[in-house]
């Protein structure tokens, strides 16, 4: 016992040893690290640690973080603790750490460096440390007053008249639950990661994409701005009404105009107020809170008082009644403005009190924590006003009958309900607006807290349009002319004044209408988009289920928002057809626009989500689905290398997939790649395809030769069956003078295409394919063009301009770009002019750039000949159709040409081979059957082969490549092709295309220089050649 005490004081002892000697103080942050943690990571010991409590000075800090030495032998490890900076991907924050990468980990003796702890840009501070809400005076005060509007003081009184107690109920029951499942859903998503400013735009944006997200931002800015003209006019009239009971003044008419110019004025104090900052409009409605509280609280007490005048009880004010409250409890619909009410009608005027549920969302960059804010201040003031509203509602009821004439006469005889059209009623819930102030206690507080409501949702409105206009313009989501130009910020606190004057005339332009019935038939329709969409944006999420989707708000439904959303649609149809058409083009339009620009945004939305899983779903799909003829694709893995190096071959290949098939662009490198190489040259490939908008893919085999290369990606590329049947190459020019070696692997690689049971494909071109020596790198280009331009590149177009001093290729998108002198031009297109030249910077010569864009230019009219030698399953003739369907290749025809093996069966191969032709569905121009392919070769063709292949017939270090035996025993292969290449150049020299059955390499039945003497023999100047073989496997039928 006595030995293990000893070895226990002493390990306890060597602890604090240790603990003392490891604590240091990095610069003067105070930060402590111990350099016995391996991980780097700043661990909390001052709970434990006596001789820490007694000397706070030297505590560690209770925070983990990462700290790194600048002395790379103290740090046993370059792991970095986890730390919530290295997962901020949106937002600059006061101090970004940067983690180290996988090759610093991994190969510690490279190129990586240290870890490097970033300090925050001083200049950010300011709006990292300004004024934030919390959720009470944030997000639950901005929605109550913002749903205590207009409608609550000016118009509940009126619902209850027209609708009765039961039905306004209804109304308000439908309205909340409407507004609060859609509450439930922004909660969902607000819940689902950190939130920016701009509110529903950005929640909507994020989750839908772009293009639904852009469209409905710029629906809810101007419902936003509408909404603030509502309740301006709402204020205008209340102050109409106090005037003309308070003095009967008149500013002009004591109609619609007087309502203008009260509400011209009330704007402009509106836009003052906003001007001066977020802090103030919030100050003004923390005090203009207070007032409503106090107005209500006025009215229930009046209401319990009940009529302390004749004149009160003549304007139909009686107290609480039961008989009352049952008559007033069915509803009676009467003609306003001119217009027979119904339950639609009464109910597009009430939903815009329920449309304030956004108002603390919309600014959630003022919000200190916005995901727990917005979620707990909206539900309960959802919950709060919707009660407040229906004991306004019943109150009402309960109190004050639907007319009253207000003449106290009346009253004394009894008559003042007698309403008829002889006797005219001016009072009541029917015709007095003013209802509340008559039950209040004290009724200018009414007028003040009716003041107070209007004021404080017009100014929530005006503040959230500017902000939304600022973000959907930081986003960049639409032309600069169109929204950028709204956005920009001005002053210290970069204020988007523009957007400002934007939503003041836009405001204004409402309030002139000075109708409130009208503006709030209007306004209830962009809402409801905006609250169906919102629903869906949760249905689809939650639908989804992408990995990213963990709400910390969980009461919600899936179905529920899908529900609502429908339902928000169906209101939307019901209150007003026309106006719904109208606000759905809206909406469509700027999702047209979003759509046709393609904005450069990645923001992982379920749309995302959903392509992903429908493609992997298709693919799990066709797994288990047989092959059949009919859905037969050519899938082409093409060998370009980088794909700006053999543009031509690219291009070609692009002609047989574009939207029809799977195109890959293989690269074979010899040596072994980093991942930073591997990554560089994909991303090089990439640029070039999506520059040149054509949709491929790029696969790249590293650390191995040409052909067990092709062998990998051949059976590693792609997935299930989305993967290539094709292999095409380009033809090797140089297979004269190349390395042996390098011939070898040429044809090795076609003997690897057959191999693997995959069809092949070889294009020839005069001038060769290869242009890595004969045009300078232009990924240079590619990266300094704007990006803008180059995302909005469509198929390309391209033609040669020659000038005295330099040869361009003018690549002309199909995309319009964002310029009045752009839209001029010749069908829209946008002009970019890249300038091609050789790696010493001198203009190319015309040939050179005619064969580069070769299968880019339209072609004349002139043939595509088919040389179907051989019944490869049909891919000779199918692949010449799928280009000759193409625009540029449409004015070409097709000439076929079969083989008969005698003058006396030309009759029956003739007509065999056109009802075959038929049966295929495919037009042609002529069908040429040669009956005299086995003749022998003339002895200028001979000659001209001999010639060909005498080089290789001189001994090696190997003894000759071509023996004479070889040659001896495929002389009748060899003059057939020659005899071929006879016919060739009589039928085919001036064609815009050839394409032939490709003779297959037998394994090991004779060598490589002799198989390409054959194609030599073949394709030698000739037109574009290419040479194929089916896998025979039939590619075409002729049953539906």
């Given at each position: 016992m006595d030995n293990e005490a000893f070895e226990n004081s002493v390990s306890k002892s060597s602890l604090e040893e240790r603990r003392k000697s490891s604590v240091r103080k990095v610069e003067n942050h105070r930060r402590i690290t111990l350099a016995t943690i391996t991980s780097g990571v700043v661990m909390d010991t001052s709970a434990n640690d006596p001789v820490n409590r007694n000397h706070p000075a030297d505590t560690i800090t209770s925070v983990a973080s990462m700290t790194f030495t600048a002395n790379p032998s103290r740090k046993i490890s370059r792991d970095a603790a986890p730390h919530i900076d290295n997962y901020r991907t949106g937002y600059k924050t006061q101090l970004s750490l940067t983690r180290p990468t996988l090759p610093e980990l991994y190969d510690p003796t490279g190129n990586g460096q240290d870890p490097v702890e970033k300090r925050a840009d001083p200049t950010n501070q300011d709006n990292l440390n300004r004024d934030k809400f919390g959720w009470i005076e944030g997000v639950l005060i901005r929605n109550m007053m913002s749903i205590w509007g207009v409608m609550l003081f000016l118009r509940l009184s009126w619902v209850v008249g027209q609708a009765g107690i039961g039905e306004t109920l209804v109304i308000i029951a439908i309205s909340t639950f409407i507004t609060l499942v859609t509450a439930l859903s922004m909660s969902a998503i607000s819940t689902n990661g950190e939130i920016g400013g701009g509110g529903t735009y950005f929640v909507m944006s994020r989750i839908l994409g772009p293009e639904f997200g852009g469209s409905i931002g710029i629906i809810f800015a101007i419902a936003n701005a509408m909404d603030c003209s509502l309740n301006v006019v709402g204020f205008a009239q209340a102050v109409q009404d106090m005037m003309m009971e308070y003095g009967g003044v008149i500013i002009v008419d004591g109609g619609l105009n007087d309502i203008r110019i009260i509400g011209t004025l009330t704007?402009?104090?509106?836009?003052?107020?906003?001007?001066?900052g977020a802090k103030y409009e919030t100050k003004m409605k923390d005090v203009m809170f207070i007032i409503m509280l106090a107005s209500l609280t006025n009215f229930i007490t009046g209401s319990i008082m009940g009529p302390s005048s004749e004149a009160e009880e003549a304007r139909g004010f009686i107290g609480y009644s039961i008989d009352l409250l049952?008559?007033?409890?069915?509803?009676?619909?009467?003609?306003?403005?001119?217009?027979?009410?119904?339950?639609?009608?009464?109910f597009s005027v009430y939903f815009p009190a329920s449309i304030g549920i956004l108002a603390g969302a919309n600014v959630s960059g003022d919000l200190r924590d916005p995901n727990k804010a917005i979620p707990k201040g909206t539900i309960l003031a959802i919950i709060i006003c919707s009660i407040s509203y229906a004991g306004v509602a019943i109150i009402c009821a309960a109190t004050v009958t639907r007319a009253a004439t207000g003449f106290v006469e009346d009253l004394q005889n009894g008559t003042n309900l007698n309403c008829n059209d002889t006797i005219e009623c001016n009072y009541g819930l029917y015709y007095d607006y003013q209802a509340m102030a008559l039950v209040s206690a004290f009724a200018p507080l009414n007028y003040v807290g009716c003041f107070a409501a209007t004021l404080s949702s017009a100014l929530s409105d005006f503040v959230s349009c500017p902000a939304l206009l600022e973000v959907i313009a930081a986003d960049k989501l639409y032309p600069y002319w169109m929204v950028g130009f709204w956005g920009k910020g001005y002053g210290p606190s970069k204020q988007p004044l523009r957007a400002f004057a934007f939503t003041f005339v836009l405001a204004l332009a409402f309030v002139l209408i000075a109708e409130l019935d009208m503006i709030a038939l209007l306004i209830s329709n962009f809402f409801l988009a905006t609250f169906a969409l919102m629903n869906f944006s949760t249905f689809h999420v939650s639908l989804i289920k992408p990995i990213g989707w963990r709400p910390t708000f969980k009461y919600y439904n899936t179905w529920l928002s899908l529900l609502t959303g429908l339902l928000s649609i169906a209101s939307m149809i019901l209150i007003s057809l026309p106006i719904a058409l109208i606000t759905i083009a809206i909406v469509l339009?700027?999702?047209?626009?979003?759509?046709?620009?393609?904005?450069?945004?990645?923001?992982?939305?379920?749309?995302?989500?959903?392509?992903?899983?429908?493609?992997?779903t298709s693919i799990q799909q066709l797994v288990h689905i047989e092959e059949h003829v009919k859905n037969y694709r050519p899938q082409i893995l093409v060998l370009t290398g980088l794909p700006n190096t053999r543009p031509a071959l690219v291009d070609f290949a692009y002609l047989i997939c574009k939207n029809n098939s799977l195109m890959v662009c293989g690269n074979v490198v010899e040596e072994r790649l980093t991942f930073e190489m591997r990554s560089n040259l994909q991303q090089k490939a990439y640029r070039y395809l999506r520059f040149t908008n054509i949709k491929g893919f790029c696969s790249v085999a590293d650390n191995s030769n040409l052909h067990t290369g092709v062998a990998a990606m051949l059976g590693l590329t792609g997935v299930g069956k989305v993967k290539p049947n094709i292999l095409m190459m380009g033809y090797k020019n140089d297979w004269l003078t190349c390395d042996r070696n390098a011939l070898d692997q040429y044809v090795l690689t076609i003997h690897t295409g057959f191999e693997m049971n995959v069809s092949v494909a070889i294009l020839r071109l005069k001038e060769g394919l290869d242009c890595s020596g004969?045009?300078?790198?232009?990924?240079?280009?590619?990266?300094?063009?704007?990006?803008?331009?180059?995302?909005?590149n469509s198929t390309v177009n391209v033609e040669t301009v020659v000038s005295t001093t330099t040869i361009q290729i003018e690549i002309r998108p199909a995309k319009e770009g964002g310029t009045k002198k752009d839209k001029k031009k010749k069908k829209n297109k946008l002009e970019q002019k890249i300038s091609l030249r050789d790696p010493t910077g001198n203009p190319l010569p015309k040939s050179v750039l005619n064969s580069i864009i070769l299968f880019q230019r339209k072609q004349k009219k002139d043939t595509i000949d088919i040389w179907w030698l051989s019944d490869d399953g049909g891919l000779t003739l199918l692949l010449p159709v799928i280009i000759n369907r193409r625009s540029n290749w449409s004015e070409t025809k097709l000439r076929i040409f079969c083989t008969a093996s005698g003058v006396h069966e030309l009759e029956n191969e003739q007509k065999g081979m056109a009802i075959l032709l038929s049966k295929f569905r495919i037009d042609y121009s002529d069908l040429v059957i040669i009956t005299d392919v086995d003749e022998a070769p003339k002895s200028k063709t001979k000659k001209w082969f001999d010639g060909l292949i005498r080089p290789f017939l001189q001994p090696g270090t190997n003894g000759p490549h071509i023996t004479e035996g070889e040659l001896e025993a495929y002389q009748y292969k060899t003059d057939r092709y020659l005899r071929l290449r006879e016919l060739l150049l009589d039928h085919s020299s001036d064609s815009n295309l050839v394409v032939m059955t490709l003779p297959i390499p037998r394994k090991g039945a004779?060598?490589?220089?002799?198989?390409?003497?054959?194609?030599?023999?073949?394709?030698?100047?000739?037109?574009?050649?290419?040479?194929v073989r089916g896998n025979q496997t039939s590619v075409l039928t002729f049953y539906s």
């Open positions: 704007l402009i104090f509106i836009c003052a107020i906003c001007g001066l049952n008559e007033n409890w069915k509803p009676s619909y009467t003609i306003t403005s001119g217009q027979m009410q119904n339950f639609i009608s009464v339009f700027f999702y047209l626009v979003v759509l046709y620009r393609s904005p450069e945004v990645n923001w992982g939305s379920s749309t995302q989500a959903q392509t992903y899983r429908a493609a992997l004969i045009i300078a790198d232009i990924d240079d280009l590619i990266l300094k063009a704007p990006t803008k331009k180059a995302k909005e004779f060598s490589a220089p002799l198989y390409m003497a054959w194609l030599e023999a073949l394709t030698a100047n000739m037109p574009p050649f290419m040479l």
